[in-house]
């Protein structure tokens, strides 16, 4: 847990989606290349396994799929359960820059 709390302590926002291999990967990952490439470098976004981290998880409570949260400076600032479009994550990790 330490390589994600030295991820999550930037001063950028961070976005994360926590998603497993039987949801919609790939309409899931088309969302966030377009979240990327709409922010740039003004904020980080990563996929992560909810099974290949499964310590990481439980200690966040991640108990649906996909969930969305936004971290900033350490401090987690959104968190929503379910699919949201790109338009949405934009504006939402927009807040925090």
Same mark, same amino acid.
């Given at each position: ?5 030295? *991820? ?9 989606? !926590?998603?497993? =291999? ?27 396994? *909810?099974?290949?981290?499964? &310590? ?11 969930? !969305?949260? *936004?971290?900033? =400076? ?8 379910? !699919? ?5 994550? &934009? ?7």
């Amino acid at each position: 847990m330490t390589k994600f709390g030295e *991820i999550i302590s930037k001063q950028k926002p961070v976005l994360i989606d !926590f998603y497993t =291999d039987w949801d919609d990967t790939e309409n899931t990952l088309d969302t966030l290349r377009s979240v990327a490439a709409a922010l740039g470098d003004k904020a980080k976004v990563i996929k992560i396994d *909810i099974k290949k981290n499964e &310590i990481l998880a439980d200690a966040l409570h991640v108990n649906g799929n996909p969930i !969305f949260i *936004i971290y900033k =400076d350490g401090e987690m600032k959104w968190r929503q359960t379910g !699919f949201q479009d790109a338009k949405t994550l &934009i504006g939402l990790v927009e807040e925090y820059l």
